[in-house]
């Protein structure tokens, strides 16, 4: 029988309300036991003393290109970067090329993650035929070949009959909506926020009102035909606000917050470094200390990263036309132990159940818990590690980070998928 023993570690499991000193044994790719002074003299042993062990993160928002845009990542590339970054379990958006719209794109995509990822990975499909926000593709027969969501992320629904229609019939399928929230109309030819330092730089600006308008008219669509929402990426306080008016009506909505929004401000696009250009913008301080209490007092459910590789080629163009997004699988828990745990804004147990338990609970899956029983989707932390983010060790394909060069406590040092130990003393061993 293959077993495992990770002896003498601190574990952290939001699901058992646990945080303490435990044994954790690992039998046949599930969790068998967990227990103090486990003895179990056959087992392969992971001395973890000094570490916290913790359920495999789960990210609800990445971007594998894959099929299509190769040259920025692949599922073999992004998830190795997901395994170094403690990450188990990934939602890849539909944006590929061709669009997951059909079964057949469907199964392509899960065949891909079977043949190449090293994570578990758990697609969604386009809410729309060529996300084009018109015609709704086929939710039923979608959900039926694995899809766990449905979502146009990067183009909004513009039309709000359509998202009307789309709300009712994924209500009668049961599955949860992911909202890119962006009024076109009002961030047109947009790179960066609209404030002090858009008009500093000479940028053309992205109002907050754009996410926002688009947040208030998807609430009362979702509070009128009882459908499930999920925003991603908020970023604005007016926008957590709302979110948190909706959970008090009891609309069914969830939201998701970004490392790189809670952590920067739109003032690290001066010298127009576009690798602080993304898609919702960098806002204001005061839009970055909103987050952080919307995550402190549960209006935003969980912590995903956005990971979006672009090539140096594309991100070495003139601010305007550099594309939006930067990577994050690789620093999602030093950037939120940093900033939400160090700081005190959140307990290492919150922290960690916004990044495990509470995305699988969006999701509807059986991951982010160390439960005995449950897949063996486990992540070792050295929290006292400090070490500098640099561009050698990326795993993705791209090096699209803000981050690089930054000195940052608490890192991964060993990731188990389903009892395969993937990355141990942060090498990779597949």
Request: hydrophobic share 40%.
């Amino acid at each position: 029988m293959n077993r495992l023993l990770i002896r003498g570690g601190i574990v952290v499991d939001p699901s058992q309300g646990l945080e303490a000193r435990r044994d954790l044994l690992i039998e046949e790719g599930r969790i068998a036991a967990v227990g103090e002074n486990l003895n179990v003299p056959s087992a392969e042993t992971w001395e973890a003393d000094g570490l916290h062990i913790l359920p495999g993160l789960v990210d609800l928002h990445v971007h594998f290109r894959e099929p299509g845009q190769e040259h920025k990542e692949t599922y073999a590339t992004g998830s190795r970067s997901a395994a170094l970054g403690g990450v188990t379990s990934v939602v890849p958006m539909a944006n590929t090329n061709p669009i997951v719209e059909k079964q057949a794109d469907l199964k392509f995509a899960l065949y891909l993650a079977q043949d190449q990822a090293v994570v578990n990975v758990y697609p969604l499909a386009a809410a729309t035929v060529g996300q084009k926000g018109e015609d709704l593709t086929e939710y039923a027969d979608l959900k039926q070949n694995g899809a766990v969501a449905l979502s146009d992320d990067g183009k909004p629904i513009m039309d709000s009959a359509v998202m009307r229609r789309i709300l009712e019939y994924a209500s009668m399928v049961g599955l949860p909506l992911f909202l890119h929230e962006e009024d076109m109309n009002l961030s047109a030819r947009g790179c960066m926020n609209e404030g002090y330092w858009s008009t500093f730089l000479g940028l053309p600006g992205m109002s907050p009102a754009a996410e926002e308008v688009m947040i208030a008219r998807d609430l009362i669509l979702a509070d009128e035909t009882g459908g499930r929402i999920h925003i991603q990426h908020v970023s604005t306080a007016r926008a957590v606000d709302l979110i948190r008016i909706g959970k008090q009506r009891g609309i069914q909505v969830t939201a998701e917050a970004c490392p790189h929004h809670f952590t920067l401000t739109d003032e690290a696009v001066k010298g127009y470094r576009t690798h602080a250009k993304m898609n919702p913008p960098l806002r204001t301080e005061k839009d970055r200390l909103a987050l952080i209490e919307g995550l402190k007092d549960g209006t935003i459910d969980a912590i995903a990263t956005d990971h979006a590789p672009h090539t140096r080629h594309e991100k070495e163009q003139e601010f305007e036309l550099a594309p939006f997004g930067i990577i994050g699988l690789e620093t999602l828990f030093p950037l939120t132990y940093n900033n939400l745990v160090l700081t005190g804004a959140l307990s290492l147990s919150d922290a960690v159940r916004k990044m495990t338990l509470e995305p699988a609970r969006i999701l509807g899956i059986d991951k982010g818990t160390l439960r005995p029983g449950a897949d063996a989707d486990i992540a070792l932390v050295d929290l006292n590690l400090k070490r500098v983010y640099t561009e050698d060790e990326i795993q993705s394909k791209s090096k699209n980070s803000p981050f690089i060069g930054w000195e940052l406590q608490g890192w991964p040092v060993g990731t188990i998928v389903g009892g395969n130990i993937v990355m141990r003393d942060r090498k990779l061993l597949v």
